[in-house]
Structures are given as C-alpha cells and as structure tokens.
C-alpha cells in the first residue's frame, strides 16, 4: 500500500517564499507547482515556469520558493512498502528534478479528489488514498512516455498553462480575446483549439473556477454573498446568484445551509 501522510492542493502563499527542509528516510514528496518558482537542485538554483512537477527521493534536501507572493502548488507525502517500491520503479518516473507533463491540469485534478478523500477520515479512507495514489503515479508515467515533447500539439501546453492560471486566479478579468492576441491565433481559432484539447470551453472553465472558488468560500468562512462575488471576480451579486444557481442548482444560501462541513 502507498501511505500519504499528509496532502494538499492550491497552497497559495501570501508572501514570498523560501521553504528549505530534508526529507525522511522513507518519505518521498510530489510538488506540484502552478506558478513560476526556483528550486535549488544539488546546489544550483533553476528557474521554473508554472505546470511543473517534481518527486522528491527519500532523504532529498528541500530547497524552493518564490520572490514574489503566490506561489501555488499542490502536494503529497508519502511512503512506500515493498511491493510499491517495486511499482514505483517500474513506472521509470524521473526522481528529484523538474518536469513538465503532458496534461498538468489533470494531474492537479487526481491531487484534489484524493486530498478531499485523505481529509474526510472514514474507514475506507487508507484505501481510496491507495487507489488514487497509484492512478496518480500511472497517469504521471503514461504522461512522461506516451508524448514526447516534439510531438506536443502546437499551441497545447500555452493553452494548458492559461487554463492552470484560470483555475489559480479565478477572480481576474480573464479574457479569451487577450488570451488569442496574446497567441497571434483568431478567437475562433483559439476556441476550437481550448475545446479540442480539454472538451469544454475557456469561458465554462472560468465559470467553474469561479462558482469552485465560490463553493469554498460558502462552506469555509461566514462572508456574506456579495462579499464572496466580489472575491470571486463578479461584478455584482445578483449575476453570481444567477449563475450559481444556474449551475449548482441551488442558491448560493441553500448550498451553504446543505453544507456545513466542505464537500465540494
């Protein structure tokens, strides 16, 4: 069985960072990192760009961090018994320097789904954490393998990286008209681009950013509704009670009165 000992996802920093610590004899670490960083790697800093991952060996020496505020990454620590250690040789993952999958946003996708289910603390939890654990590790393999960087499609990992800084900042004035200027590419373009690579539209992940974000606020905190549509990047409180309804099902009021514990 893999055991985590403890996880997260979207830790984002206040402040700028600079995290320095070693690793257990057992415990290794996967970082996933959503924004530009350093990390010191056997004594030299490296520039990293966001939609970055990196998997600590046991005993490895910690070094990373941010000059500015933000930084954001999702994580796992965890440990291996023998048959394991076995699997996670076989999958021929790099150890202890920067990479860049294929497909980040999915990765961070198995993260969230398996923190929830690390935190939730029911009798099964050990398992579902195994079983998310290896689909994570073979999703990472299969990633690293099966696409090589040259025969990336052209525009996807730009495309990739504005939707991983959709999801981190989902309050921005995000605009797909920048977004294709940005790429030299018509709107048209890049929509059927977005809807090709990850079958849904830009302006439907903005939205589920958002009413995600918006989700968190509701069943965390005591702010009130116009203060979580601000927040969440709504240019007033009625639009955002429209779309969450219209999206959720429910009231933003009726979702925080059905879910006192965070079960989003």
């Not at 924004?35 to 060996?57: C, H, L, R």
């Not at 954001?72 to 076989?90: P, R």
């Not at 073979?138 to 525009?155: G, R």
């Amino acid at each position: 069985m893999i055991t985590v000992s403890t996880c997260g996802y979207d830790s984002n920093h206040k402040k700028p960072c600079n995290v320095m610590y070693n690793l257990t004899s057992d415990e290794y670490l996967v970082l996933l990192i959503k924004t530009d960083a350093w990390f010191n790697i056997e004594g030299q800093i490296v520039e990293t760009k966001p939609n970055m991952m990196i998997i600590y060996s046991p005993k490895s020496f910690i070094n990373y961090g941010r000059e500015e505020i933000g930084y954001n990454d999702d994580w796992i620590h965890f440990s291996l018994n023998d048959d394991d250690s076995l699997f996670m040789k076989n999958l021929n993952i790099p150890l202890n320097q920067p990479l860049y999958p294929y497909d980040f946003h999915s990765l961070t996708a198995i993260v969230e789904l398996m923190s929830k289910a690390y935190h939730k603390e029911t009798p099964h939890t050990n398992e579902i954490v195994d079983h998310y654990m290896h689909l994570f590790l073979d999703e990472i393999s299969d990633q690293l393998s099966a696409v090589p960087a040259d025969t990336t499609p052209k525009y996807y990992l730009e495309l990739s990286q504005i939707r991983t800084s959709i999801y981190n900042a989902p309050a921005k004035n995000w605009s797909v008209n920048t977004f294709a200027e940005d790429l030299f590419i018509s709107v048209s373009h890049f929509q059927h681009l977005y809807k090709e690579f990850f079958d849904t539209s830009c302006q439907k992940d903005i939205i589920d950013a958002r009413l995600r974000l918006a989700k968190f606020y509701l069943t965390t905190t005591d702010l009130s509704i116009k203060e979580i549509a601000d927040i969440c990047g709504y240019e007033n409180e009625l639009h955002f009670m429209r779309q969450f309804k219209k999206f959720i099902g429910r009231t933003p009021t009726e979702f925080r009165k059905s879910n006192i514990i965070a079960t989003f």
